[in-house]
Antibody, heavy 120, light 108 residues
Framework: QEQLQQWGAGLLKPSETLSLTCDVN????????WSWIRQPPGKGLEWIGEINHTGFTNYNPSLKSRVTFSVDTSKNQFSLRLNSVTAADTAVYYC??????????????WGQGTLVTVSS | SYVLTQPPSVSVAPGQTARITCGGN??????VHWYQQKVGQAPVMVVYDDADRPSGIPERFSGSNSGNTATLTITRVEAGDEADYYC???????????FGGGTKLTVL
């Protein structure tokens, strides 16, 4: 059974770095792209970007300067780092499994989400 | 960047048909995917590639896509269908996943 289990710090101060990791079970890590999406409280979905097992990445242009993705293929895990956070980065962060075929991308399965709050 | 426009809300009585639209420039040339998000839960894909259903999604959920509008149709609406629905495409120009703003479906 497929599972995406994510974890990371839930409370940050402004200017700190957000760090989340997602553990993948039940599917082949090498066959998909691994995505991060966020959702501010009461608002819609915002795609942050994605990475595959080779380290190939796609980014939301609006966040690219502050985002780093990484993968650990030995553990079937992928991670997100977002630096210089502000209150505007307060959101539920989801990890997810995606299919990307160049001119095509869909998100097939989502993790449970982690609420990250940025407050002084 | 590419913009997807959804109505903020749609209301329908139980047993009726709900139609949720997603507008975008020449969206008919793209593959559109739809997600259902119930309160407090992660989104779930309900339609992909304009009109296909993932395993386990009822046949009541269907989609279409032509011109500048994609549509998610839910027939015989049930109370359990009440949720936010998001459309999504890939914008090849910016190499970016784009979501619509979401539509809240209320079952009266």
């Amino acid at each position: 059974q497929e599972q995406l289990q994510q974890w990371g710090a839930g409370l940050l101060k402004p200017s700190e770095t957000l760090s989340l990791t997602c553990d993948v079970n039940g599917v082949s890590f090498k066959d998909y792209f691994w995505s991060w999406i966020r959702q501010p409280p009461g608002k819609g979905l915002e795609w942050i970007g994605e990475i595959n097992h080779t380290g190939f990445t796609n980014y939301n242009p609006s966040l690219k300067s502050r985002v780093t993705f990484s993968v650990d293929t030995s553990k079937n895990q992928f991670s997100l780092r977002l630096n210089s956070v502000t209150a505007a980065d307060t959101a539920v962060y989801y990890c997810a499994r995606a299919i990307n075929q160049g001119d095509y991308d869909r998100i097939e399965f989502w993790g449970q989400g982690t609420l990250v709050t940025v407050s002084s | 960047s590419y913009v997807l426009t959804q109505p903020p809300s749609v209301s329908v009585a139980p047993g009726q048909t709900a139609r949720i639209t997603c507008g975008g420039n020449k969206i008919g040339s793209k593959s559109v995917h739809w997600y259902q998000q119930k309160v407090g839960q992660a989104p779930v894909m309900v339609v992909y590639d304009d009109a296909d259903r993932p395993s386990g999604i009822p046949e009541r959920f269907s989609g279409s896509n032509s011109g500048n509008t994609a549509t998610l149709t839910i027939t015989r609406v049930e109370a359990g269908d009440e949720a936010d629905y998001y459309c999504q495409v890939w914008d090849s120009r910016s190499e970016c996943v784009v979501f619509g703003g979401g539509t809240k479906l209320t079952v009266l």
